[in-house]
């Protein structure tokens, strides 16, 4: 099985490029006809033609929703294989690096062109799919309303309603068909290993805010369509008797409304003031999605919800395997407390473990929290630390504060409990491709920046890959948090050489005018104590974990039709013989719903299971690693006048200027920078991003290329 799981290895290169670009190719005409499918819906041609052939569709063993799950479920689920197998060609090509990067031929597209507002920073290319989304909205709503009201008048006189009772109540039905099409995007961002996502250049945590926004329009839509029904039902005098209404082969009114109140409840915890001041309350209340998809699925039926259910069930999936990994301990191998408050967590890992800079690790200590997850940036670079996992946690929220308190009191900890989801991150990075890389931080949004200068340290250290020129600016409140600069570089593993490394680093101390010489807090290292249970972190599905998910979902998905078809032929159609009027709809729907959740847990089980032998063979492999003398106590930027341990920390501290007492100009710096290609990544707050976005997408400066790294888990 392994050897099938790696087949690409013999394959030269440009074949796999040639690969790809089909594969992506098929992936666009399987999108573009998916949203053709979206924009003829609310159309008579769809519903008087196309909707005929679905309706009238009788098989015996996949009833009314075969047709449905041919034309909506697997034309999705079959991009998400062909996006498995395009990420593993991708991965084999990052494994043979070429001398060069490619240029990335959007990089105009991703300029942005909105800074300031509620949709936050947008890049053109955002916008393009956001104005053709809204256009597609729009265009459903009205095309559903005037299809909805043609010959109302001769129905309202038949029911002997009241005209605009009438038209009250096909607006509600149309709105929430509107509202379905939001829902069918929904999950697609919350996946957070979406092999989806990537096709298109995205990553999970940078499309939170599309969930976002696809969240808010879905509940708009139903929450207006519940009202109308409700003022319709009040008109009609008929309220108490609809509400309780759980019809045995129709819609589910009372399912509806347990489906909007859970909606309810997730979507006025969203809101900024709610949703910073009361995190925990958001997380945990965003576990009623459950109750909202459920219900939902009962109160339209399993027939109709094939529509908006394929990114629910890969979110399913990627759920399913993320509780698979968090049931392991982790082995946490050491500590580095700074004096600013912050903590870098470092765990073991096995080599077959590789991720790409400014990937993210949610973490899991059950000293400080049994349930909470938090996410952090990865500093650590699976080049350069091939058994090491590391993040930094700055100490701004009860849970890392609680952390911080606990690593520095003077009370000794020898072990900590630790699991682990992820690390979660971009595919591929396009650093090699620019002439210079400019990194504008402020506070601990240096985080990103340090896997990044790491990824560029081994291209040129070890591979002898000429990198662009590096300028990182970073914004810091006091001089304490000077000692983040000791993290960007490992203290582990073989020596550096750092020649042929252009890095200039500039740090900001805004609140201070000159360095701090009294209580001056030295770096405090810890080391853990292994115990017999914890293992190094490795990937859930092994090295080739892209075609391992490819064969989850396409296997889950055959399963889950064979369980389906042999419900369907031997129970439910010698009941109701596929006229939808004698079996229960709710009890359909179920049924269904759980062989789906049956279907996944076997095959992603399955898989985990065949990779765990080979995970544990490169764990018994890795060593343990050796307290002090493998860590030492690296030469703090704090204090300047420490003696240096080594010629890589001696060669960063002279390309370091310290500055006190000001902000960076940050205009006149990017103006300033030569070549025809400069990126710019910004990380830390709003304000700071905002400004640089602003700076970028002015048009003073055409060789400024944008990119926004904000974490809103």
Same mark, same amino acid.
């Given at each position: 099985?392994?050897?099938?799981?790696?087949?690409?290895?013999?394959?030269?290169?440009?074949?796999?490029?040639?690969?790809?670009?089909?594969?992506?190719?098929?992936?666009?005409?399987?999108?573009?006809?998916?949203?053709?499918?979206?924009?003829?819906?609310?159309? !008579?041609?769809?519903?008087?033609?196309?909707?005929?052939?679905?309706?009238?569709?009788?098989?015996?063993?996949?009833?009314?929703?075969?047709?449905?799950?041919?034309?909506?479920?697997?034309?999705?689920?079959?991009?998400?294989?062909?996006?498995?197998?395009?990420?593993?060609?991708?991965?084999?090509?990052?494994?043979?690096?070429?001398?060069?990067?490619?240029?990335?031929?959007?990089?105009?597209?991703?300029?942005?062109?909105?800074?300031?507002?509620?949709?936050?920073?947008?890049? /053109?290319?955002?916008?393009?799919?956001?104005?053709?989304?809204?256009?597609?909205?729009?265009?459903?709503?009205?095309?559903?309303?005037?299809?909805?009201?043609?010959?109302?008048?001769?129905?309202?006189?038949?029911?002997?309603?009241?005209? $605009?009772?009438?038209?009250?109540?096909?607006?509600?039905?149309?709105?929430?068909?509107?509202?379905?099409?939001?829902?069918?995007?929904?999950?697609?961002?919350?996946?957070?290993?979406?092999?989806?996502?990537?096709?298109?250049?995205?990553?999970?945590?940078?499309?939170?805010?599309?969930?976002? $926004?696809?969240?808010?329009?879905?509940?708009?839509?139903?929450?207006?369509?519940?009202?109308?029904?409700?003022?319709?039902?009040?008109?009609? @005098?008929?309220?108490?008797?609809?509400?309780?209404?759980?019809?045995?082969?129709?819609?589910?009114?009372?399912?509806?409304?347990?489906?909007?109140?859970?909606?309810?409840?997730?979507? #006025?915890?969203?809101?900024?003031?709610?949703?910073?001041?009361?995190?925990?309350?958001?997380?945990?209340?965003?576990?009623?999605?459950?109750?909202?998809?459920?219900?939902?699925?009962?109160?339209?039926?399993?027939?109709?919800?094939?529509?908006?259910?394929?990114?629910?069930?890969?979110?399913?999936?990627?759920?399913?395997?993320?509780?698979?990994?968090?049931?392991?301990?982790?082995?946490?191998?050491?500590?580095?407390?700074?004096?600013?408050?912050?903590?870098?967590?470092?765990?073991?890992?096995?080599?077959?473990?590789?991720?790409?800079?400014?990937?993210?690790?949610?973490?899991?200590?059950?000293?400080?929290?049994?349930?909470?997850?938090?996410?952090?940036?990865?500093?650590?670079?699976?080049?350069?630390?091939?058994?090491?996992?590391?993040?930094?946690?700055?100490?701004?929220?009860?849970?890392?504060?609680?952390?911080?308190?606990?690593?520095?009191?003077?009370?000794?900890?020898?072990?900590?409990?630790?699991?682990?989801?992820?690390?979660?991150?971009?595919?591929?990075?396009?650093?090699?491709?620019?002439?210079?890389? #400019?990194?504008?931080?402020?506070?601990?949004?240096?985080?990103?920046?340090?896997? #990044?200068?790491?990824?560029?340290?081994?291209?040129?250290?070890?591979?002898?890959?000429?990198?662009?020129?590096?300028?990182?600016?970073?914004?810091?409140?006091?001089?304490?948090?000077?000692? /983040?600069? @000791?993290?960007?570089?490992?203290?582990?593993?073989?020596?550096?050489?750092?020649?042929?490394?252009?890095?200039?680093?500039?740090?900001?101390?805004?609140?201070?005018?000159?360095?701090?010489?009294?209580?001056?807090?030295?770096?405090?290292?810890?080391?853990?104590?292994?115990?017999?249970?914890?293992?190094?972190?490795?990937?859930?599905?092994?090295?080739?974990?892209?075609? $391992?998910?490819?064969?989850?979902?396409?296997?889950?998905?055959?399963?889950?039709?064979?369980?389906?078809?042999?419900?369907?032929?031997?129970?439910?159609?010698?009941?109701?013989? !596929?006229?939808?009027?004698?079996?229960?709809?709710?009890?359909?729907?179920?049924?269904?719903?759980?062989?789906?959740?049956?279907?996944?847990?076997?095959?992603?089980?399955?898989?985990?299971?065949?990779?765990?032998?080979?995970?544990?063979?490169?764990?018994?492999?890795?060593?343990?690693?050796?307290?002090?003398?493998?860590?030492?106590?690296?030469?703090?930027?704090? !204090?300047? @006048?420490?003696?240096?341990?080594?010629?890589?920390?001696?060669?960063?501290?002279?390309?370091?200027?310290?500055?006190?007492?000001?902000?960076?100009?940050?205009?006149?710096?990017?103006?300033?920078?030569?070549?025809?290609?400069?990126?710019?990544?910004?990380?830390?707050?709003?304000?700071?991003?905002?400004?640089?976005?602003?700076?970028?997408?002015?048009?003073?400066? @055409?060789?400024?290329?944008?990119?926004?790294?904000?974490?809103?888990?």
């Amino acid at each position: 099985m392994s050897q099938v799981l790696s087949f690409s290895g013999a394959i030269p290169s440009f074949q796999m490029n040639a690969v790809r670009a089909a594969i992506r190719l098929l992936a666009l005409m399987i999108f573009l006809g998916i949203l053709v499918l979206f924009v003829m819906m609310p159309t !008579n041609t769809y519903k008087k033609k196309w909707f005929e052939v679905v309706a009238t569709t009788d098989s015996t063993y996949f009833g009314r929703q075969g047709a449905t799950i041919l034309i909506y479920t697997f034309p999705v689920l079959f991009s998400a294989v062909l996006g498995c197998a395009y990420l593993h060609l991708g991965k084999k090509l990052n494994n043979n690096i070429s001398k060069s990067s490619p240029k990335d031929r959007l990089a105009v597209l991703k300029r942005p062109v909105l800074v300031k507002g509620p949709l936050g920073i947008v890049s /053109m290319i955002e916008m393009l799919f956001l104005v053709m989304f809204i256009a597609l909205l729009v265009w459903s709503i009205y095309t559903y309303l005037r299809t909805g009201f043609q010959g109302i008048e001769d129905k309202a006189a038949k029911k002997g309603e009241k005209l $605009w009772v009438s038209k009250l109540g096909a607006a509600a039905l149309r709105l929430a068909l509107t509202g379905n099409i939001a829902l069918a995007f929904l999950f697609f961002p919350v996946a957070r290993g979406s092999s989806i996502l990537p096709l298109i250049g995205l990553t999970s945590e940078a499309s939170i805010k599309y969930h976002i $926004w696809l969240g808010h329009t879905c509940l708009t839509l139903f929450t207006t369509h519940g009202v109308c029904f409700i003022i319709r039902w009040i008109a009609k @005098d008929s309220i108490w008797k609809q509400i309780r209404e759980w019809d045995r082969t129709g819609v589910s009114i009372l399912a509806g409304e347990i489906s909007l109140l859970g909606g309810l409840v997730m979507w #006025v915890t969203t809101f900024p003031r709610i949703r910073r001041k009361k995190f925990e309350l958001f997380f945990y209340t965003h576990y009623l999605y459950i109750i909202f998809m459920l219900f939902f699925i009962l109160h339209v039926g399993i027939t109709y919800a094939f529509i908006s259910l394929p990114s629910f069930y890969l979110f399913l999936v990627d759920r399913y395997l993320r509780f698979l990994q968090s049931q392991r301990r982790v082995r946490l191998i050491s500590a580095r407390v700074l004096p600013c408050e912050t903590v870098e967590l470092n765990f073991s890992k096995t080599p077959g473990l590789q991720y790409s800079p400014m990937s993210i690790l949610f973490v899991n200590l059950p000293s400080v929290s049994k349930l909470q997850w938090h996410p952090f940036t990865v500093t650590s670079n699976s080049n350069l630390e091939q058994d090491k996992l590391s993040v930094t946690i700055k100490g701004d929220g009860s849970w890392s504060k609680k952390l911080y308190q606990m690593l520095s009191s003077s009370s000794s900890v020898d072990h900590l409990e630790a699991s682990i989801e992820g690390p979660y991150g971009p595919v591929s990075t396009n650093f090699l491709g620019h002439d210079t890389l #400019v990194m504008v931080s402020g506070g601990s949004g240096i985080t990103p920046f340090i896997s #990044v200068i790491r990824e560029l340290i081994f291209s040129s250290s070890v591979l002898k890959i000429k990198t662009p020129k590096i300028l990182l600016i970073s914004s810091f409140k006091s001089s304490s948090d000077l000692t /983040m600069l @000791d993290l960007i570089l490992p203290i582990s593993g073989g020596p550096l050489d750092l020649s042929g490394l252009r890095l200039q680093v500039e740090a900001y101390v805004t609140r201070e005018k000159e360095p701090a010489t009294e209580n001056v807090k030295p770096l405090q290292a810890l080391w853990f104590k292994p115990k017999a249970t914890d293992a190094p972190a490795s990937a859930i599905l092994g090295p080739n974990s892209w075609l $391992w998910l490819g064969a989850v979902i396409s296997s889950s998905f055959v399963i889950f039709l064979v369980l389906m078809g042999l419900l369907t032929r031997y129970y439910i159609y010698p009941i109701d013989h !596929n006229t939808g009027l004698d079996y229960p709809t709710s009890a359909q729907a179920a049924f269904n719903i759980l062989l789906m959740c049956v279907s996944i847990a076997i095959t992603a089980s399955g898989a985990v299971l065949w990779n765990k032998k080979q995970n544990t063979m490169e764990a018994r492999q890795v060593q343990n690693m050796e307290g002090s003398s493998a860590y030492g106590s690296p030469a703090s930027f704090y !204090n300047s @006048d420490k003696e240096l341990e080594s010629l890589p920390r001696q060669s960063l501290i002279q390309s370091t200027k310290v500055l006190y007492g000001k902000r960076p100009d940050l205009k006149r710096i990017l103006f300033d920078c030569k070549g025809k290609n400069v990126g710019v990544l910004a990380s830390g707050p709003k304000k700071m991003r905002h400004e640089v976005a602003t700076i970028c997408s002015s048009g003073l400066a @055409d060789n400024l290329h944008f990119e926004s790294i904000s974490f809103s888990w």
